[in-house]
């Protein structure tokens, strides 16, 4: 599976756009990008994926690059709520492969 | 509508001690089933996943073990716990046979080896 590139921190105002990039340059044809996020000291929530298309869904919009080498996730009005460790992954489609979770990046939704 | 139930949602245990944790799906079938543990400050490690019952693929060799006596029952196993094995359990799903299906978490099992 390709490999992703995120920051590990931002900060973001509260009640503004929070975009959060992730380079997937090596990312082949068959491979999704996922991206979830993780409040502190409870499980990984599914915010949204997609293949090449953009995606929008009630949590946020994921926006693919054309080349799709990569993405930004966009959460259109942040909440205090948001705060959280997000995850950019990328998995081709097909398998039974478990998601390979890496080091994230730690959403600060400032007030 | 889905939901993944995991039990206990904390346990202390000693070391030397036996550990079972459950985990069950409903609403589905056939579900593509996984363990996950998170180690304090460290990031989610695969640990287990199953196709099916009686299918279980191993990630990462340790102490652990994993069954699935029912289609949408997971249990992660030990015989004798070491200190190392403290951390956040996570169980998870997926439909099985649909290949862009995200995985959904369960709230996890949080261990402390003493």
């Known amino acids: 599976d390709a490999k992703t590139t995120q920051p590990t921190s931002m900060d973001c105002a509260e009640g503004r756009a929070a975009n959060l990039p992730c380079n997937h340059s090596t990312i082949s044809g068959n491979e999704y990008v996922y991206w979830y996020r993780q409040i502190h000291s409870q499980g990984p929530q599914y915010i949204i994926h997609?293949?090449?298309n953009n995606e929008t869904n009630e949590m946020a919009s994921l926006i693919i690059t054309e080349d799709r080498k990569s993405s930004t996730l966009i959460l259109p009005h942040a909440t205090l709520r948001d705060t959280a460790v997000y995850y950019c992954i990328v998995l081709s489609g097909g398998g039974a492969d478990g998601l390979t979770f890496g080091k994230g990046t730690h959403l600060i939704i400032q007030p | 509508s889905q939901t993944i139930h995991q039990w206990p949602a904390t346990l202390v245990q000693p070391v030397g001690s036996p550990l079972s944790l459950e985990c069950t799906v409903e609403?589905?079938?056939?579900?593509?089933l996984y363990w996950y543990r998170q180690a304090a400050g460290r990031g989610l490690q695969l640990l287990f996943y199953s196709v099916g019952i009686g299918q279980i693929s191993s990630e990462v060799p340790q102490n652990l073990s994993a069954s699935r006596p029912q289609d949408r029952q997971f249990i992660l196993s030990s015989k004798k716990l070491l200190l190392s094995d403290s951390g956040f359990y996570l169980c998870?799903?997926?439909?099985?046979?649909?290949?862009?299906?995200?995985?959904?978490f369960g709230n996890g099992t949080r261990l402390t080896v003493t």
């Open positions: 997609g293949l090449k």
């Open positions: 609403g589905t079938s056939n579900p593509n």
């Open positions: 998870a799903w997926r439909y099985g046979g649909v290949g862009n299906s995200p995985l959904h």
